[in-house]
């Protein structure tokens, strides 16, 4: 878009070129005109501006923005609104620092394999970085490769909160799936929680991030499929391949395997109760190689929990603004290209050291209702939509 550069926004911001553009919004390479610092310039597109749940999640972002803090997490330096260029729209924006580096999708895609130490350091700053959220009382709820940037000597910067929430006590305090039926993520990192459309609390991030170290040992995702819903599927009923089955012999050890499965454990209940755990779980997997028992999720149990007593409103954004953005599709997913390596569906060995067995019948049965009432819920939007 060679003819943005040059625009001014807001008086003190002039646009160098595009960065990059999303369904909601345009982010502007741009100079800051009082010291000439550059910034990656966030603006929503003013056809949206007049709807009051896009804007509503635009200023939530920028909230909860300003409210974290921590060295891997990227943090806002301004925000607002002005009049916009048409007479009667405004114009809402948010600049952040434009980071050097590459996303960790786009390093996974072009050196895979990385070196196993340099992918088991990436994971210890995305651990972190949710540390950092998390006793802060956000969950990010959209953790994946494309939004962790890497930095000058693979400096972790986790980015893009857009689908964060403030957690209470005891969860989000509402479900994650809406009045209008929406779950929002990207269907490869999404727990089966999430999926699910129960409340959340840190340990769908913790479930992110497992997904995210299987696919540093072996290449890809645990769970792919053709379409948002079959993945979602996977998630809630397919067995996990141990990594071991995946990744070339020799680079997944016993105990670093077994920190993978307990964090996707399918229950949270059984993960590691926060990414600080799951953290500590892989700087002890990597010290001591064969040791199953001291990276167990009980061996944490006196670090911080997944639910977070935190309040759950934000100063400045409004209690009634909806957490959702309207779409013609009932389940809304950020899609990715999906690996050309299928999922297998064949079951784990059944050693006795192997963390988090299948679910039992009755769970199963319960699990199959829920993938039923989401594929009608789909089924239901799309046709709603075209009617």
């Known amino acids: 878009m060679p003819e943005a550069a040059g625009k001014i926004i807001a008086d003190q911001y002039e646009v160098l070129g595009v960065l990059g553009e999303g369904g909601t919004g345009i982010v502007y390479d741009a100079r800051r005109r009082g010291d000439g610092a550059s910034v990656a310039l966030k603006v929503m597109h003013a056809t949206l501006a007049g709807d009051q749940q896009i804007r509503g999640r635009f200023r939530r972002e920028a909230a909860i923005l300003r409210r ?7 943090p806002i330096l ?21 980071l050097d580096g590459s996303s960790l999708e786009r390093v996974l895609r072009t050196e895979q394999p990385i070196p196993l130490e340099r992918g088991l350091d990436i994971m210890l700053g995305v651990c972190e970085a949710l540390k950092s959220a998390h006793a802060q009382g956000v969950i990010h709820r959209d953790l994946k ?31 994650n799936l809406t009045t209008h039926n929406m779950v929002f993520g990207t269907p490869e990192y999404m727990s089966p929680e999430q999926a699910k459309g129960d409340e959340l609390d840190a340990r769908c991030d913790v479930y992110a991030a497992g997904v995210m170290l299987y696919e540093i040992l072996t290449g890809a995702p645990p769970f792919t499929g053709a379409t948002p819903l079959s993945v979602l599927t996977a998630h809630l009923t397919s067995d996990l391949d141990p990594p071991t089955q995946r990744a070339p012999a020799g680079r997944v050890t016993p105990a670093l395997e077994a920190v993978v499965l307990h964090a996707l454990a399918r229950d949270r209940d059984r993960r590691y109760p926060s990414a600080a755990a799951l953290g500590a779980a892989i700087v002890h997997a990597r010290a001591m190689p064969d040791d199953l028992e001291s990276v167990r999720p009980e061996a944490f149990a006196t670090m911080p929990s997944g639910s977070l007593p935190f309040a759950a409103t934000v100063p400045g954004v409004p209690s009634n603004v909806p957490s959702t953005v309207p779409s013609r599709a009932k389940v809304v997913v950020n899609e990715i290209k999906a690996p050309s390596r299928p999922p297998s569906n064949a079951p784990p060995p059944r050693a006795s050291s192997r963390p988090a067995p299948p679910p039992p019948p009755s769970s199963r049965a319960w699990i199959a209702v829920w993938v039923l009432v989401l594929a009608a819920s789909v089924g239901a939007g799309v046709w709603f939509a075209l009617r």
Do not use: Q, R, W
């Not at 974290?68 to 990227?74: F, K, M, W």
């Not at 301004?78 to 434009?98: I, N």
């Not at 909160?161 to 305090?173: E, N, Q, R, S």
């Open 68 to 74: 974290l803090e921590g060295p891997h997490i990227c």
């Open 145 to 175: 490769p494309a939004n962790v940037i890497l930095e000058k000597g693979d400096s972790v910067v986790v980015v893009d909160f857009g689908m964060a929430k403030i957690v209470t006590g005891g969860g989000t305090g509402t479900t």
């Open 78 to 98: 301004d925000s607002g609104e002005v009049p916009g260029e048409e007479a009667g729209t405004t114009l809402l924006y948010m600049a952040l620092p434009k």
